[in-house]
């Protein structure tokens, strides 16, 4: 067991990471920016270093003063947390020199799931349904509509480098196709300093289902089950519920299984997430797969039917805050009456995570919760969320990766 670790991250998941610790009796060990003196993290933590001003490069991205505060304060190990360094190949490798431990996968893993085209082709090799689509990235826009032709129009050309959303282009025809390979290549290049791209039939209406999953170093791997996360907005995830309404105990073992075949194909060990593409004739496909802790990992954690929320951007100062609590809800977060919000960082504020012991339980005592969540100073999406947890399709547990699109003027 680690004696002391020393935490990459800010925010709730530093906080999260924080009490875990605690109830392990391991010490820990806050990063923070100068926008940051104030936050919870700096205050609960055992011990605390400045890293660097307050852009992320400087401080919260900062490998070298990282490196150095864990081994002045002699920290055996690092927890990335989400987003920040979570998913650099090399910060863990640079670790693994100093001996300290990178808590998360290996670089190797990292690095093979990072290249989202290599990604597919990695696990359509360990036998895990893909979209039908190129099987690396694509040479030319003649490669391309080769490939479309096959797999059939429409279909949707994504960045190697990307994942979540970004650097996305659909064409429906061959002339379509030749402009949007262009365009997806540019566009990939400005974005990520990588300008391949790759082809995938485009599904229409999927939903986005994930398996959690698990592994240690003794070669065992489990998945925990699924969340339901076709509520997005600009692939934000807005709501996010386990178990999913379109899963049977059938389909969740063999999405389950497949989930364990992609993770063993790079020999994953830690917490990961595959990330599925499901139709509406119920056939699925790997999409890519995160190599971190993700934000919506409480719903996991809580694991029947649970709803965690993020919230726009509104820096500022918070004047009032008082969260609801009481049976199936709890609220991680990092905010506190009178704390002043960093323009900086990301903007997600808190998570509420409801459970019951069904569906209808769970969603009313969400409702409940968001009528009695305090929050004054800093506008939210609590609004947002009462409104499509009272949606007759939500309700109804139809949902898709469109859902959102009704909303479109109002967020
Ligand atoms: C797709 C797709 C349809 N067909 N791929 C968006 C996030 C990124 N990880 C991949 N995304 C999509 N990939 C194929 N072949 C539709 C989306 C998509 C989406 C996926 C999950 C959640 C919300 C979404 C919103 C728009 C598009």
Do not use: W
Not at 13 to 42: F, P
Not at 191 to 211: Q, T
């Amino acid at each position: 067991m680690f004696k002391k670790i020393l935490i990459a991250n800010r925010g709730e998941i530093a906080l999260r990471i924080i009490s875990a610790c605690r109830e392990l009796g391991v010490k820990t060990v806050a990063i923070y920016s100068e926008a940051d003196r104030d936050a919870l993290h700096v205050r609960y933590a055992d011990e605390d270093v400045c890293v660097g001003p307050y852009p992320s490069s400087a401080s919260y991205l900062n490998i070298s003063a990282i490196v150095s505060a864990a081994e002045i304060t002699e920290a055996d190990a690092i927890h990335p947390g989400y987003g920040f360094l979570s998913e650099n190949a090399y910060f863990a490798e640079i670790l693994h020199d100093c001996h300290i431990t990178f808590i998360g996968p290996s670089p190797d893993a990292i690095r093979k799931m990072g290249d989202k085209a290599l990604a597919r082709r990695t696990v359509a090799a360990a036998g895990v349904p893909t979209v039908p689509g190129s099987p690396g990235s694509v040479d030319s826009a003649d490669d391309a509509i080769g490939f479309a032709k096959k797999a059939g129009y429409p279909v949707i050309l994504k960045a190697s480098a990307g994942g979540g959303g970004r650097g996305m282009r659909v064409a429906r025809d061959e002339r379509e196709l030749a402009n949007a390979y262009e365009t997806a290549r540019v566009e990939a290049e400005k974005a990520f300093g990588n300008s391949e791209v790759y082809l995938e039939k485009y599904i229409e209406e999927p939903r986005h289902v994930e398996f959690q999953i698990f592994g240690d170093h003794h070669g065992h791997l489990r998945h925990l089950g699924e969340r339901e996360c076709s509520i997005q907005r600009r692939h934000q995830k807005l709501i996010e519920e386990s178990p999913s309404t379109a899963l049977d105990e059938a389909l969740r073992c063999e999405m389950g299984e497949a989930a364990l075949k992609a993770a063993r194909a790079v020999h994953y060990t830690n917490a990961g997430t595959i990330e599925f593409l499901l139709d509406t004739d119920g056939r699925f496909y790997f999409m890519e797969m995160n190599t971190r802790l993700q934000v919506e990992h409480p719903v996991t954690e809580e694991i029947n039917a649970e709803d965690p929320f993020t919230f726009a951007p509104s820096p500022g100062r918070i004047t009032a805050f008082h969260p609801p609590g009481g049976l199936g809800v709890r609220v991680d977060t990092a905010a506190y009456q009178g704390y002043v919000i960093p323009p900086h960082y990301d903007s997600m504020v808190g998570k509420l995570i409801v459970s019951g012991r069904n569906r209808a339980e769970a969603m009313s005592r969400g409702l409940r919760a968001l009528d009695l969540f305090v929050i004054e100073g800093i506008k939210t999406t609590i609004p947002l969320h009462r409104r499509i947890l009272e949606e007759e399709d939500f309700k109804h547990g139809r949902l898709s990766t469109r859902f959102m699109e009704r909303f479109a003027k109002a967020s």
